[in-house]
């Protein structure tokens, strides 16, 4: 009896064993990205069906989240594999600056920048909002709580003079604000995104809007120093009835991997996002990009596994971390 069970014992293991193998035959990478609607999920849902298709070996599941802040944390505690965040949350998380001061996010490694991404201030075309400072005593929908949108929305305001009680808040998704200002429940919406955004084209077909320009001393101010915004202009007729060009800022949108992905596959998402980054143009609308974009701007260190791929290009990238950053136990799994 002793021996069969042991027999018994020695087979449960193998099968066991077997089947190990099996599940883990392909890497399953779980990817962040944003709302449903949003160009973060078009981006990563276009960007999962390439990898799946250059590497058998690859799985991805796309995972719609809240966006950049809520992306961050989620690699950080070990529930999400890569995704995709905002250059200046990227900075705070990974500094441990603002919200992430409790959390600091030092798992966290750069793998491309993608595209940029403007903050757009929408109101109808007949609002009386024509500046930032106009938003007093409106009701303005300004994104989603833990996205970036939200962290912009607040900080274009706060340079407009507009203090807290001066505007009553919405926190919705793009989507939803975009009928919320259709249906006029809010004034105002801010949306950053890559160009044209979704939610604000489908709203432009059914109702008359207009792009708010920031004033030229918010856009110095938010783009002074080694800020991570840059000017950028809405080209006129981005959307429907938009006449003219709006003067705004952007941010880079930046894939981003946990430290504990491999070197290979780190280098595999890398080395697919640039030979299908004319796919990635069509199925999106993002801008095509090269390495010079990539790599530029990003005050987190790179992938040591995207470093190689860079290095094969002639660019060098910093990659210097304390391997402690990685291993140490994030919070999730205290």
Excluded at 37 to 63: C, D
Excluded at 152 to 165: C, F, H, K, R
Excluded at 198 to 222: G, N, Q, W
């Amino acid at each position: 009896m002793k021996n069969i069970k042991k027999l018994m014992c020695i087979l449960l293991s193998v099968v066991c064993a077997l089947l190990m193998c099996s599940c883990r035959s392909a890497d399953k990478l779980a990817f962040g990205t944003g709302g449903i609607g949003g160009n973060y999920y078009a981006y990563g849902s276009a960007y999962a069906q390439l990898i799946g298709a250059e590497n058998e070996k690859l799985s991805v599941e796309v995972k719609a989240t809240a966006g950049s802040a809520a992306n961050l944390r989620l690699i950080q505690q070990g529930f999400l594999d890569i995704a995709v965040v905002q250059s200046d949350m990227l900075t705070e998380a990974y500094n441990g600056e603002n919200s992430f001061a409790e959390m600091p996010c030092r798992s966290i490694r750069a793998l491309a920048a993608l595209y940029t991404e403007e903050c757009q201030l929408i109101v109808r075309a007949d609002s009386d909002i024509y500046t930032v400072s106009d938003l007093y005593g409106k009701t303005v929908s300004v994104g989603e709580e833990e996205s970036g949108t939200l962290k912009d929305a607040e900080l274009i305001m706060q340079l407009g003079g507009l203090v807290n009680g001066s505007v009553k808040k919405e926190n919705l998704s793009f989507s939803d604000s975009a009928a919320a200002l259709e249906n006029g429940t809010i004034d105002a919406f801010f949306v950053t995104a890559g160009l044209p955004t979704t939610a604000v084209t489908e709203l432009a077909k059914e109702t008359a809007i207009r792009i708010v320009s920031l004033d030229e001393k918010i856009i110095d101010r938010m783009t002074d120093g080694d800020s991570d915004y840059t000017v950028c202009t809405i080209p006129a007729n981005t959307y429907a009835g938009q006449t003219e060009e709006v003067r705004t800022v952007g941010v880079k949108a930046v894939l981003v991997a946990s430290g504990r992905i491999s070197d290979d596959t780190a280098e595999q998402l890398v080395r697919i996002l640039f030979d299908h980054s004319s796919e990635l143009h069509y199925a999106t609308s993002a801008s095509e990009f090269d390495v010079d974009f990539a790599v530029s701007g990003i005050s987190i260190p790179f992938h040591s596994g995207a470093a190689g791929f860079y290095e094969e290009q002639g660019v060098t990238v910093n990659k210097n971390a304390d391997k402690a950053e990685i291993d140490r136990p994030s919070a999730a799994q205290d």
